[in-house]
């Protein structure tokens, strides 16, 4: 029997740029306000409270703790932060849940990207002696990742840009979405220019300002307080070397152990339902191999986040849209994946199911 | 889901660098394995025997590393593994204890590496601290000059004499001096050269501050039947708390924190404890400039509001005395910022453990590691003992 | 679809106030025993990898390897030639990057190694960059024991390549380190940001750039904060009302500042208090001059000193300091809340 699952999920508008500051409180205390309203909770019932962001998008230390001004912390809440994506703050939530010392928990995620280079900050992700000097940007990164496979046959320009096609026209539906469109064709993209070839415009996600906001609830209080809870059924992540030339870039294999740990592809019992946190066009082919999702898998209905890719809340995202589609009754079984680090390093799964 | 399904967790192993002001001698992630190779043969084990790693430290602007737990992934053999990093400014590194343990506790892992380090002579914990975004009031002092009115207003409402925060450095720097991995050891201070020394920003002088060092700290911690199965002394973990309140609000109370109270009160009762004073027989507490001593005994309920300074200045803090405080030497002694709070918690283990060598509190059964962050905002706190329950 | 700026009733909408913000370090870095000497070999010229104990050779060296967690059983010497494994063009490069006209990332797979390293390849077109292309490093003038050492690798010449390997072939062990090893590398980091107020730091920055002080009073607890804050921090809510406040109050408490503080002109010691303007609910922090430091006391009333007009931006620094008014201290109860 499950014992814990998502009651409420709301996103910020993914914009190229907002006016608000690196602290993401503008863009939390609305959607703080919308998870409240679809739960009738208020701020005091919340248990456990965890963040997920990262200094570096707003380029001040502990740029985190103004945040906590949208939470209203007092009296004083049990609460707490990682300088990583809200999906792992949702994992360290749902373990606090587990452990009974808190019945309903609220985990958040913001980056206002647009405040720095974010293509050149994400350098400094890598080995800080080797490789990080020579300033290596995360587009020029992913291109590697995205030849290898190209030269390999493991996949084809063609196939990434009908991946960029189709998230754009799912975008179309999902009015929190960035750059939507169903007027695109594979032929016209595929003769853009590269930014960084093999990668054009269109195989990489945008630069986004934005935030998420994830409810979990226990077991009773999640029935009490939302129609069709998505129960947590499988929470797993794992890490890979953080050395780029050590590693297999074509593979995700910590992504397939997150994936065989959580149950995604458990003997006859596959999703129906896939969001993928893939920033780029190819890594969503690379992850659905490394999950084992037959081709009968929706995937990122949301538009993934090629259609809006607010850092340290896009993997958040992708676990609130996936048990939305549980809660909105569209999907009985779907996947939630979040991703950290260069070319896929580090990969997080959460399956939730209806009951 | 009920409390009483929560798993019982215990220290199996604890580990520690040489802190000093600069280590040279190794790289960032060298300065992790120092830690993590001693806290390991400290629990009789090896990385394969490690199911989840959680990684503590502060800013990433430090040591401009940013998330550094990708490019650490290799060094803490947490690859094919589950590897989180927290970060709750200066009280992360008892977050990392406290995420750990809530691990064990949910039942996930059996066995989990926690983490936390700063190796601040990358960069200086002065320019770090020192960013101000563009708008802002100028800064017109570092860090103790945040916290020393505070001090002063602590003064105002205790009616504590001024020597009391001297007395604080004397016992923790000669504390210190018992400690092999201390970076500060200053067997010979006195009060009197401590009144001597410089006053930085008054009412806090030069030898009550915190120096700023590159360390790092390891704790292994297990369930039940790795505690049990550990032909090793172990510290069960009876209870973790954490509480947050905004750095600056109308009200606030800066002597006496309502969160710190609070996650003091809410440790005692899970822990089963009645009176701190009478059942903790030795505390770990984050005490970064000396006046902290009195201010947070008052503040986890170890002394009346306004009577934590009688305490000290009875000696009575002192190792031998009714509540030792810091016989590591504590924060004043070692700050590597990220590890500080670990080493709290890693320490109050020690005790418990009988591993603490000279500074050992002789029967010391149960014990208290405390942290804390930001402009005291972030409070985390656990308490340890020989037995279960 | 734009975010609706929080706008107080009585003002036009203006965008809110944003700035550069750079920051910038030179890091400096300690290698440890295994970068060390992978720094003291490009000093010499030598690209070294580590041999772990499963015999898997790394370059560059893994201080701790990706399987057996171990340090390595030994430093071999690799290269010099290496083939690409995979490329990517860039066309544009960007500050810091190792070349200034376009070139290509590559992962290479130096000769005796197992793994891959990252770098440039100064192909000088894209057509002539191919996985399996040989290439060559090319070393800066004075090397100085840092992975820029290798300025970029450049396309083999036909033989030049395989004979400087076949050279070094083998992946012997290398001689001991040199008299000098280096032992640290220093990284400049410069980061640019765009930083924005929010609507209401930017309407507090207007109204001190007209000489005013604006706090924001919360609509749920009533509390005027001074600056003010996204959301009133107890109540988690956008603090809306604008209040002009006096520029006067009592210092709360206080602490006399005697080291010297980066960027701080006034000579120490000087009193940095925590102001409490009348009528609002919370202390900021300010420098007070206008009489000895000692002579400051908690409680005592104050007032602000600006600036020249003339000098006047939108900024906190309007205020230069505040002084003593000469009027009665307040009494500690009136203030003793605020601590």
Known sequence: MPEAAVIAFAEAPNLRRTDGTTNGVEMLVPIFREVFEQTGLTKSDIGFWCSGSSDYLAGRAFSFVSAVDAIGAFPPVMESHVEMDGAFALYEAWVKVLTGEAEIALAYGFGKSSAGDLRRVLALQLDPYVVAPLWPDSVSIAALQARLGLDENLWTKRAMAEVAVRSRAAAVSNARAQPASDELEVEELLSEPYVADPLHAHDCAPITDGAAVVVIAAADRARELCERPAWITGFEHRIDSGSLGARDLTRAPSATAAGVAAGAAAAGATVDVAELHAPFTHQELILRAALGLPDSVRISPSGGALAGNPMFAAGLARIGHAARQVMSGSASRALGHATSGPALQQNLVCVVEAH | MASADKQRAAVLGTGQTHHRSKRPDVSIAGLCREAVDRALADAGLELADIDAVVVGKAPDLFEGVMMPELYLADALGAVGKPLLRVHTAGSVGGATGVVATSLVQAGRHRRVLAVAFEKQSESNAMWALSIMPPFSMPLLAGAGGYFAPHVRAYIRRSGAPTHVGALVAVKDRRNGALNPYAHLRQPDITLESVQASPMLWDPVRYDETCPSSDGACAVVIGDQAAAEASSRPVAWIRATSMRTEPTMFAGKDHVNPRAGADAGKALWAAAGIASPIDEIDVAEIYVPFSWFEPMWLENLGFAEEGKGWQLTEAGETAIGGRIPVNPSGGVLCSNPIGASGLLRFAESAMQVMGTAGEHQVAGAKTALGHAYGGGSQYFSMWVVADTPD | ?339
């Open chain 3, 1 to 339: 679809m734009t975010v609706p700026l929080n706008q107080s009733l009585d003002q036009p909408p203006s965008p809110p106030l944003s700035a550069p913000l750079n920051i910038s370090f030179d890091y400096t870095r300690s290698l440890g025993p295994v970068l060390s000497q992978f720094m003291t070999g490009l000093a010499e010229r030598r690209i070294l990898g580590s041999r772990s104990a499963d015999g898997r050779v790394y370059v560059p060296p893994a201080e701790y390897d990706p399987v057996t967690f171990a340090p390595p059983a030994e430093l071999v010497q690799v290269g010099p030639a290496g083939t690409v494994v995979t490329w990517s063009w860039q066309p544009e490069p960007r500050e810091g990057q190792p070349l200034d006209r376009p070139f290509a990332w590559a992962l290479i797979r130096l000769d005796g190694a197992d793994t891959a390293m990252l770098h440039a390849v100064d192909a000088g077109a894209k057509a002539l960059m191919r996985a399996g292309l040989r290439v060559t490093p090319r070393w800066a003038d004075a090397p100085a024991g840092r992975i820029n050492d290798l300025v970029c690798f450049d396309p083999a010449r036909d033989d030049a390549g395989d004979a400087a390997s076949a050279a070094a072939a083998g992946a012997a062990p290398v001689p001991a380190l040199s008299d000098q090893p280096v032992t640290m590398i220093t990284t400049p980091i410069l980061l640019h940001y765009q930083h924005t107020a929010s609507a209401e730091e930017s309407r507090y920055l207007r109204a001190l750039g007209q000489g005013k002080i604006v706090g924001q009073r919360c609509p749920s607890c009533d509390k005027v904060y001074v600056p003010p804050r996204g959301a009133c921090p107890t109540c988690g809510v956008p603090t809306t009302t604008d209040v002009e406040l006096p520029d006067s109050g009592i210092v709360t408490t206080f602490c006399v500042v005697n080291v010297p503080f980066q960027g701080q002109r006034v000579p120490a010691p000087y009193v940095a208090a925590s102001v409490l303007l009348d009528g609002a609910d919370i202390a900021f922090q300010h420098l007070i001059l206008g009489c000895e430091p000692d002579q400051v006391r908690m409680g005592m009333r104050v007032r602000a000193v600006w600036k020249p007009p003339a000098e006047w931006g939108t900024t906190a620094e309007n205020i230069s300091h505040f002084e003593p008014t000469g009027e009665p201290d307040a009494p500690y109860e009136s203030y003793a809340h605020h601590l």
